[in-house]
């Protein structure tokens, strides 16, 4: 059996960070994912890359490291950023005490926040609500999560990791001193000399299972994805942060949220957005950005905030990063927890992660990950005679798109919406190991446009099975049609009750 | 939940049903073109994101509006791809042929006089190679003639002190075509008219209604021109009771692009600007006018609906109005594109898609082998007159030679 020296548990962006970080610091290392890569909160968030400004005023800290990694993500994922930039609006109801400060205090911790004039503002973004009072600009930018830990995660491997999916962790591995030497799946156990939960708020089940116990309080926070781009910069209201006050544009959509809220441990794996969430976040968006009152919501989601308990509400805990040790805090060696933090600063997380195993291990090794730019992010000439409709696939995966073969049928249009050609498909069941068309869609975008795979999904579906040996194509459809139903089922009304009707008529046997 | 959703050109409302990419024309004799979906709707997601999004094909859109009348959703389909070429289209790679192709009224003004000399070289082989290899102005296309004397010139001399006699009035919106081409077609506008018992001005003022220039990206100059026309209409409707017109492109034009693509007020004259054919089988039916047909007169034609004709929704009007002619004969052709789509055809790098798109509509016409074909649009008779030799009239021309002299 392979020993290794590390064992990361969940494949969320913060465990594929820190098997870049140990892969690259050359532990032999394992991350071990009971889903897909990015299957929980990494992937059910704004995809926001704070500036740290939205922290300045309660956590000058945690901005702090938000705009040191905003920067670095910047440098070293530029096909995963888009560097849009950010407004903090104020509205007649905000005070503009509370903007200044804001940009005190944003100053205070780096981050580059400028006054500008509302006229200005409303030049930027011209479906900002006309009569805001005030705004700052900040280097905010919109992320996308699955491909950010799509690249962590092509790096690692690139670094010697092992990686495997869709097996759960049930238990984990004592020697006789009741040290933690390994952990345990339904079908094997893997060896490690230390072992690290990665796995959010589901980390606390787990440590449990070795017989530590976290404090931590799921948070629930609902998002919904608009049609087609309103702004071309992220706008957030300049006020204490709230519910609905954040609409981020990513890629081809917006996307509005979130709201905070305290809810069992039980519905971490089946968060459904109620209708009285959806109200909610519509009437406070809709004051920052009118048209969202009438532009069409595809669809509607939830993520949960691993938070780790400090009493109070989930608003005003701490979103700060929790680093573990619990050798010395519950005298179980061999297991190191990292959670709490944000999507932003993953790549902190890992380092400080990482920075613990070594020291545990004995290795005196450099942290590089800010440094060396991800799979994707290196310069790349883009190639003659590729036809248009590839640039959504290229720009998606950056350099790695060299690895695509646009020829030979290549450039054949899979999904219309998201642009996504037979050549990223082939690609990604290739370095990615997908099984279905819900793990297709993390990689690609597939289904995520306008008619959420009413159109598209046959075609996928027939690529997919003949790419995956032993996969029926009608299941794949069944499989992916379910999944894009639970999101449209809060928001049906409208183009999407149009949409959900075609959606049922054309797949009557599936869904 | 939301009261309704709106979009621009009511983008959003698209379902991805795909009914527009089975109507167009172009799609199925060109692969290069995405079809009117992935350029209109889909694609519009992704220029919002980042013009660099911007396919080039969207050149190849004949702006027929086939796909809006398909489109089951009210999605401005067609509206989307023009007002993407207006802003994101590169520069043309013959931006004087384009020029001169779109600019119908200069173009026509500075021909004119010279009309024997013009008509006479333009079709002359050497002249033909030059346009080809020079501009791009394809050799094998038959070119419209000019007239020596402009339509307008013939109305101010010849026709306008009658026209005073009338007591009520419309206005005539002639047209580049009618006014520098054909300007005979004028002529039967105001016959048809005054046998309708209705005097006829010419507005104050007329520009080229743009289309072409819309089609060939000048939009600036398409916006100068609307703001001219838009100025003469509302002059024109303080007196007459209608601004009529002989032209199912320029009708089109004036009455929904200025809106949905220049972005301008239509509503002041919208509901009073039409077709004539529209206009006249309204005050007939109303039982207003009654116009006296030439017992003896005979013909066998075939009826050919304009692409924009559909987009308006008129062509019954035409149909119903030639069919009360007692000895006319109408076949009804099935509707399908020319493929000229105005300046398009004659592009020689476009020549091909024209010719083999209106294959099936020149198959139509020589089986049923009429004296002539009917239609209201003047591109659409260059390209089947020279396609298939049958000729062509506007409806109006038809009535004048029909009604009792």
Known sequence: MKEYD??????????ACTARDCAMRGLVTLLIEREDLCDGASGRNHGLLHSGARYAVNDPEGARECIRENKILRR???????SCGGLFISLPEDSLDYQSLFTDKCREAGIDARIIDPKEARRLVPEVNPGIIGAVRVPDASVDPFRLTDANSLDAVRHGADIVKFRAVTGFVKDAVGRVVGVKTAECEYRGRQVVLAAGIWAAGLARKAGVKIEMMPSKGALLVFGHRLADMVINRCRKPSNSDILVPDDAVSVLGTTSDKIPFEECDDMRVTAAEVDHLLAEGVKMVPSLATTRILRAYAGVRPLVSAGGDARSASRGIV??????????????????????????????ATDLVCRKLGVDAKCRTAEVPLPGSEPFRLKRGIPSWNLAAIGRH???????????????????????TRAEIEYCVRAFGVRNLRDLRRHTRIGMGTCQGSYCVDRAAEILAELLPGTSARELVKDYLQERWKGMIPVLWGDTIREAEYMRRRHANEV | M??????????????????????????????????????????????????????????YCLNCKRCEVACPSGVKVADLIQTARLKYAPRSSHPVRDAMLASTDLIGSLASP????????????????VL????????????????????????????????????????????????????????????????????????????????ALMANNMGKQAARNAAVNIGSFTKALDKDEAVLTSSSSCTFTLREEYKEVLGMETAAYKDKLMLACKWLYEKIEAGEVHLRFDPGFRMDLAYHSACHMQKLGWQDYTI????????????????????????????????PYAQAIGERLFEDIKAAAPQAVVTECETCKWQIEMSTGVPVMNPISVLAAAIMP
């Open chain 1, 76 to 82: 070293i994922a530029s096909n995963c950023v888009e």
């Open chain 1, 398 to 420: 950056g350099s790695e798109s060299g690895k695509m073969d646009f020829m030979d049928g290549g450039s054949e249009l899979v999904c219309e919406c998201e642009q996504v």
């Open chain 1, 6 to 15: 590390v064992i990361i548990v969940g494949g969320g962006i913060t465990g």
């Open chain 2, 2 to 59: 939301q009261e309704s959703s709106t979009s621009r050109l009511n983008f959003e409302a698209c379902l991805k049903c795909s009914i527009c990419n089975t109507v167009c024309p172009m799609m199925a004799v060109n692969g290069s073109y995405p079809g009117p979906k992935k350029a209109g709707p889909d694609q519009e997601r992704y220029r919002l994101k980042d013009p660099a999004f911007y396919d080039y094909a969207l050149k």
């Open chain 2, 114 to 129: 010279f009309a024997p000399i013009v008509n006479g070289v333009l079709p002359l082989k050497p002249v033909k190679a």
């Open chain 2, 132 to 211: 080809d290899g020079a501009f791009g102005i394809s050799s094998k296309r038959t070119f419209p003639k000019y007239s020596r004397e402009k339509f307008v010139t013939w109305f101010r001399k010849e026709a306008a002190p009658a026209q005073e006699a009338f007591g009520r009035y419309v206005s005539y919106f002639h047209g580049c075509y009618g006014n520098y081409n054909y300007p005979q077609l004028g002529k039967d506008f105001v016959k048809v008219v005054n046998a309708a018992g209705y005097g006829v001005h010419l507005l104050w003022k007329e520009r080229c209604c743009g289309v």
């Open chain 1, 323 to 352: 680093l573990l040790d619990h050798e010395q805090r519950d005298g179980v060696p061999g297991l190191i927890t990292i959670t709490g933090g944000k999507l932003t600063t993953a790549r902190l997380m890992a380092e400080q």
């Open chain 2, 320 to 351: 119903r109005l030639l069919r009360m002619i007692p000895g006319v004969s109408l076949t009804v052709l099935d509707q399908n594109c020319c493929g000229i789509a105005g300046t398009f055809g004659f592009k020689k790098e476009y020549y």
